[in-house]
């Protein structure tokens, strides 16, 4: 980031910005905030990776060993929370910050001022959820999902965890204004809605679904407040109110919110691929399309994740067979990847090897989920670790490894520098086997019954638990490496060439010089 | 050409805050869609009576043994059915008592609401009379007895022998009226 600053000295005019830690803290300038970002939701990974680490240990081997019950269950919990609301979702906001004004040859984000508001509720929310562990009864321990009436009993670190929730919403509400006015207001001449970058357009789809359910989210958690404090009844039963109904409301948000978090990511992976095979996106069209379908479709498919709640047969049914449709979208894209790959002239550097780990990867877990949407077997797994198994495939494997791939297509355009290639690939296939080794005997676990946020088991899963655990810890080191790299390049890593990557096409690698500098494309680039 | 620009972000930034405020709405607006649906689909028919709408022929062929639970929460009552269990009919219309006992020395409202095992045995139970469709308003040591009046329905699977129908005592603020759902 150093280098980005530096070299922008070069280009001279009206980047007098005050220097030290008030640069950073009022800065409005798209590209130190999506550092920010990025920098925030890499320590987010770190602090949710330790309580990942901490649950594995207790997994290692059966009885209480290191986490009593009730800390496990604060461990699960705000490792949830702590991923999707700290570390996955404020990381591709990082990317749309740098990235999104770039590819469409904009100045800056429509409202920077606000853009630099929404990142810095953040570190508060953090703070808030974090600080929890430290209340008297300690953080909130009820799962991810908050269900009553388990919520509406718990403690102050319960308070806390809502009002952290709030605060996130109401940064990713303000975040996604700005991407979708960005996007639709201020993209260069000749820059058609059809010639956008997938990875323009997959936010611009993410941001619509974000203004949609984000207030939903920030309703129901209202709710729970009200409910716990102020004596209304809609999720206690003894005052005619309905825990099933949190649920329901919960996972209207719930489902969009996963998509939410792998959209971008096709996003990157659409942006990697090409560049890496030398050729044009097979079916750009069908992928907008694609996209888009998997958002609509993504909002009426919420109770799958309450099949054994209570819900009559043609419900499931109704629920079973739209979800199974998502798998229709999702197969164009990853058969318009593949055609995109073939016969290409494919190079293997780290951003592609993510690239293409992610689609083999993702494509498992995408597999599995359709499983775990036939209602039967969901009934039988439902609450496993098969479950478990399966949402780490799309989230870890899907979203962390387009990170990846992203943050290293990316960096050499960011600092001007090129990242150690040698160590990139080690983190990849490192990376590789300690995932997979960590979860895919996760989905044996759970076809045997295993159940999840449960800190002790029977003897019969202790070696694949043994085996999951010493693949956790792998996994949680390698990352370390991942975070040696990026410093290292950031501060001694060799000078990137203008074009580091041959097959890139996007404006920001044709028309912007190698690093990009501070202020970019104050006079619009004309797209032809 | 600039402030224009700035003009029309802003009008873009209020069109999606208010986007913003209608989904907000909306998720409170689910509560009360949420209510409406169950009533019309009849999901979660739990506090209101049933009316028998046809015939039903008593299956005398099929014994099923009906166990009763009474708990409460947060209230100093005691609660308890009068007997434990019934073995009867399907189809046949069945008649037992509760009894309630305020052991405070203040005026108490409360309400029962149920809970069935199986659970879904609710598609095949028929409430006529129920306690737990009114509130119960109980003086200081008074001990009342009350009807459940019901009939299980010949549609309850074969292989279901034993069901539990259990109530739980809530309190009710002051001035609040019952529950109906």
Redesign the interface.
Same mark, same amino acid.
């Given at each position: 980031m150093a280098a980005v600053h530096g070299d922008a000295h070069g280009h001279g005019h009206d980047d007098h910005h005050p220097s030290g830690i008030m640069r950073w803290v009022t800065t409005t300038n798209h590209k130190d905030i999506g550092t920010m970002y990025l920098w925030f939701s890499f320590a987010m990974f770190l602090v949710g990776g330790t309580l990942a680490m901490g649950i594995r240990a207790e997994l290692y081997q059966p009885g209480i060993q290191i986490l009593e019950p009730e800390l496990f269950n604060q461990f699960t919990t705000l490792h949830g929370l702590i991923m999707v609301f700290g570390a996955i979702m404020p990381a591709f906001v990082g990317f749309a910050n740098w990235q999104v004004p770039m590819m469409i040859g904009a100045p800056d984000m *429509?409202?920077a001022r606000m853009n630099n508001w929404s990142f810095w509720l953040l570190p508060v929310a953090a703070t808030l959820l974090v600080g929890s562990f430290f209340v008297p009864g300690g953080a909130a321990a009820g799962g991810w999902t908050f269900y009553p009436p388990l919520s509406t009993q718990g403690g102050l670190g319960v308070d806390l965890m809502i009002f952290s929730v709030h605060i996130l919403g109401a940064s990713s509400?303000m975040g996604?204004?700005n991407i979708?006015?960005t996007i +639709?207001?201020?993209r260069a001449p000749g820059m058609t809605m059809m010639k956008m970058p997938l990875f323009v357009w997959t936010w611009l789809i993410t941001a619509y679904l974000l203004? +949609? @359910?984000? &207030? @939903? +989210? *920030? %309703? @129901?958690v209202t709710?729970l407040l009200t409910d716990r404090h102020f %004596?209304t009844s809609?999720f206690n *039963? *003894? /005052? %005619?109110g309905?825990p099933v109904?949190f649920q329901?409301?919960f996972w209207?948000f719930g489902h969009p919110e996963v998509y939410i978090m792998i959209l971008p990511s096709f996003g990157i992976v659409s942006e990697v691929i090409p560049t890496f095979s030398r050729k044009p996106l097979f079916g750009y069209s069908s992928m907008v399309y694609a996209t888009a379908s998997i958002a609509i479709l993504s909002c009426v498919v919420w109770a799958h994740h309450m099949f054994t709640a /209570?819900m &009559?047969t043609v419900g499931q049914l109704f629920f079973m067979y739209a979800t199974m449709l998502i798998a229709v979208p999702t197969g164009v894209k990853v058969f318009n990847w593949t055609a995109t790959m073939w016969r290409g002239s494919m190079t293997f550097e780290t951003p592609m090897l993510f690239a293409i780990g992610f689609i083999f990867l993702f494509v498992i877990g995408g597999f599995s989920g359709v499983i775990c949407a036939i209602v039967p077997i969901d009934i039988q797994v439902q609450d496993t670790y098969y479950v478990i198994a399966h949402f780490h495939y799309v989230l870890v494997s899907g979203s962390l490894f387009a990170l990846f791939a992203g943050a290293y297509y990316w960096i050499p355009k960011w600092t001007g520098r090129m990242y150690n290639e040698t160590l990139g690939k080690w983190h990849f296939w490192l990376s590789m086997f300690f995932f997979n080794l960590t979860f895919f005997v996760q989905h044996f676990l759970g076809l045997a019954g295993m159940p999840r946020r449960i800190p002790d088991y029977n003897l019969q899963f202790a070696d694949f638990n043994m085996i999951s655990s010493l693949g956790a810890f792998g996994f949680g080191l390698t990352q370390l490496l991942f975070l040696y790299i990026m410093i290292n390049c950031i501060r001694s890593g060799e000078k990137a060439p203008q074009m580091p990557w041959d097959g890139a096409t996007t404006l920001e690698w044709t028309h912007l010089p190698t690093p990009a500098p501070y202020h970019s494309f104050e006079n619009p680039p004309i797209v032809k | 050409m600039v402030d224009n620009k700035l003009e029309v972000n802003i009008v873009m930034m209020k069109k999606l805050l208010v986007f913003t405020l209608i989904m907000f709405v909306f998720g409170y607006a689910l509560v009360p869609f949420y209510e409406k649906f169950c009533e019309i689909t009849g999901i979660n028919n739990l506090l209101q009576p049933d009316v028998l709408t046809k015939e039903i022929r008593v299956d005398e062929e099929r014994w099923i043994t009906v166990e009763f639970d009474a708990n409460t929460r947060g209230l100093p009552w005691q609660f308890r059915p009068l007997q434990s269990s019934v073995r009867i009919h399907p189809g046949q219309p069945v008649n037992v008592m509760y009894e309630i006992t305020n052991d405070s020395e203040r005026e108490i409202n409360g309400q029962a609401i149920p809970s069935y095992s199986p659970r879904f045995l609710e598609k095949h139970l028929k409430k006529f009379e129920c306690f737990c469709f009114t509130k119960q308003v109980l003086k200081p040591n008074e001990t009342r007895q009350m009807p459940v009046q019901f009939m299980i329905e010949p549609s309850l699977p074969v292989d279901i022998q034993t069901v539990t129908i259990s109530y739980t005592f809530f309190e009710l603020p002051a001035g609040v009226s019952a529950v109906k759902k």
């Open positions: *429509a409202f509400i996604s204004i979708i006015t +639709l207001n201020m203004v +949609l @359910v984000m &207030p @939903v +989210l *920030a %309703g @129901v709710m %004596g809609f *039963a *003894a /005052g %005619g309905d109904m329901h409301i209207f /209570g &009559p | -």
